[in-house]
């Protein structure tokens, strides 16, 4: 037995019933999640009543037929346009462009953003087969044109996806009358400096603030 | 803000929709899954194909409702007596006592096993509620009279659950005319001594076997 067939006999299980094998492996699916955890999980829905399995099941199959996106920010929404977009408090001149849903949920919990969003759907990446197409952002576009916006804060994460998403977008907005800024990165809040990498260090230096800026 | 409001603060998520959250937290009623693995595990779904999200809960459903377990041994089965207890290979005349069905799968693994089995359904563990009247134990009483068994392995987790119902079932059993063991404890294959703890290392020593017998 070679180290690839016993690697294979090591993953295969045996299950005792073909229903029990079905839904292990629709678990197994989802990411972070193997045939152990699957199996597990399998094992304490087992174990719950037949009403609590029945909501379970129903909410997902609500969830992916019934949910809409927001018309105007594309975020996940009950409505055709999303509370945050119809609250007459939040300022329309100022759009924050995030990633997906958690990013909004992330910055709404901040309780420091009184604007609106722009949903992209995710980032600019090649290797996954994301193209600037496959995102929201002639929507974006469209959005600047038809209404007067004041700032586009791109709040997307500092990886080369989300590096390579906002150099699309900056190259994309910048011919309108509209300030382009980011959100600052640098060292978080608790951070200690010897734990801090490099880059993250070095760039703090360069861009540092005068301090009364940063106790705003 | 108080330490507790802050941690409920902390803990709540302002969804955006009320299926998002409907769906979240039935994810997050599964054991060791949060809020923010629920939510990751929710946006995967809703971007998988209709087809897929509709599988998936069709799998949770039918598991629920068409499941059901083997009339001898108890386990997870398709029929009303599973493939292990219909086997002729099988030696009916040894029986292995394990907790649930993922016992049966890793003892099944192992390939060193031709009896049957008898899954209790759990362990004797007062601090859950579970009682021996909650497991399959009068049924293996039942199963010890109506048939000629030689043997029963006790083959139960080294806790103090698993402890107290060896004790219960040893009590039980043993005017039966039958043999009843559990498997053996000690260090695990390719464990180092220094890292074993105390009660393992020194229980093996006091249950040394002789060499011709361990290589056996």
């Known amino acids: 037995m070679n180290f690839f067939t ?3 006999y090591l993953c295969s299980m045996n299950f005792s019933s073909k229903l029990l ?3 292990v492996n629709e678990f197994s699916r989802l990411p972070g999640i193997g045939q152990k955890t699957a199996l597990r999980l399998v094992l304490h829905i087992l174990n719950q009543p037949a009403t609590d399995v029945q909501r379970f099941s129903e909410s997902l199959m609500k969830l992916k037929s019934d949910i809409c996106f927001c018309t105007v920010c594309h975020n996940i ?3 055709v346009i999303c509370e945050i977009c119809t609250a007459p408090k939040r300022d329309k001149g100022l759009i924050c462009v995030v990633e997906d849903t958690r990013d909004v949920m992330a910055i ?10 722009h949903v992209l759907g995710g980032l600019i990446s090649p290797m996954d087969g994301v193209g600037p197409s496959d995102l929201n952002i002639e929507k974006l576009v ?3 044109q038809e209404s007067h916006v004041e700032e586009v804060i791109l709040a997307l994460s500092a990886t080369m996806e ?6 699309y977008l900056y190259k994309k907005l910048k011919d309108f009358n509209i300030q382009i800024s980011t959100i600052a990165r ?3 809040f608790g951070g200690e400096l010897e734990y801090v990498d490099e880059v993250t260090l070095g760039r703090s230096i360069v861009t540092r603030v005068p301090y009364e800026r940063s106790i705003a």
């Open 186 to 188: 640098g060292i978080a």
């Open 162 to 167: 989300g590096d390579t998403t906002i150099f």
């Open 21 to 23: 094998e079905n839904a």
């Open 142 to 144: 469209q959005r600047l």
């Open 6 to 8: 016993f690697f294979t």
């Open 108 to 117: 709404e919990n901040t309780n420091q953003f009184n604007g609106v969003y």
């Open 77 to 79: 929404s009950d409505q």
